[in-house]
């Protein structure tokens, strides 16, 4: 049987991308590239009959992503995932092979042992998840109630601000009617002055 369309896709990326490796050349596009293997890598993989060109194919992207000193994985490897599992699961193993050279009841308490720990760790998850809803509620209150103090101070300024320039626009008008008030009363001064000067001058003409 031929090779699928994504096989041949794939070895086409896969010599493009080792020959620019070999050139030597910055490209800006050549860490889109591997990013694209990868993606192709995971198709290739469960269509692909012969495990040995899938082992070809990743140990090839393992050498391009070596050679321009890419070290994140897009895809964990299943051989990763298991040697997580088993590092997990390791120590309830050695455990049990423990309690199996000891005996039954040694074995019981390995397991209760091991179920106390899940418990306190999951006890210890709970409590500390429900204190970080409270510490999340509580900065919300606080943070609602400066919003509202916000709220209010910005709207007893506006109302002092529309109360200042009402009280200074009487002002102004006040002070405008008292200039007037003053001027006509200078100007009543100023014509008895000179009315009164008149009639002396003409007091002293009939004298004199």
């Given amino acids: 049987m031929g090779l699928s369309r994504q096989e041949v896709n794939l070895r086409r990326l896969l010599a493009k991308c080792e020959l620019m490796c070999k050139s030597g050349k910055d490209d800006d596009r050549i860490e889109k590239y591997v990013e694209t293997l990868e993606d192709m890598f995971q198709e290739v993989k469960k269509l692909a009959e ?3 060109s899938v082992k070809n194919y990743h140990r090839r992207i393992k050498e391009i992503k ?24 390791g120590l309830r193993h ?3 092979d423990n309690a199996s050279l000891t005996g039954s009841g040694d074995f019981d308490k390995v397991i209760e042992y091991n179920e106390d720990r899940q418990r306190k760790i999951t006890e ?3 409590s500390l998840t429900r204190t970080l809803k409270e510490q999340s509620e509580t900065a919300n ?4 109630k400066d919003t509202e103090v916000v709220s209010k101070s910005t709207e007893l300024t506006e109302k002092n ?3 200042l320039t009402t009280e200074s626009s009487k002002l102004a008008e006040h002070s405008k009617r008292a200039w007037k008030c003053w001027m006509w009363i200078l100007l009543a001064v100023v014509i008895i002055i000179f009315i009164n000067m008149v009639l ?7 004298r004199y």
């Fill in 50 to 52: 012969s495990s040995e």
């Fill in 66 to 89: 070596n050679l321009l000193g890419i070290s994140t994985e897009k895809y964990k490897d299943e051989q990763d995932l298991e040697s997580m599992r088993n590092e997990l699961l």
């Fill in 94 to 96: 050695r455990n049990v």
């Fill in 124 to 126: 210890d998850m709970l």
């Fill in 141 to 144: 209150k606080i943070i609602k």
């Fill in 161 to 163: 601000y529309n109360k």
């Fill in 200 to 206: 002396f001058m003409k007091v002293m003409k009939k």
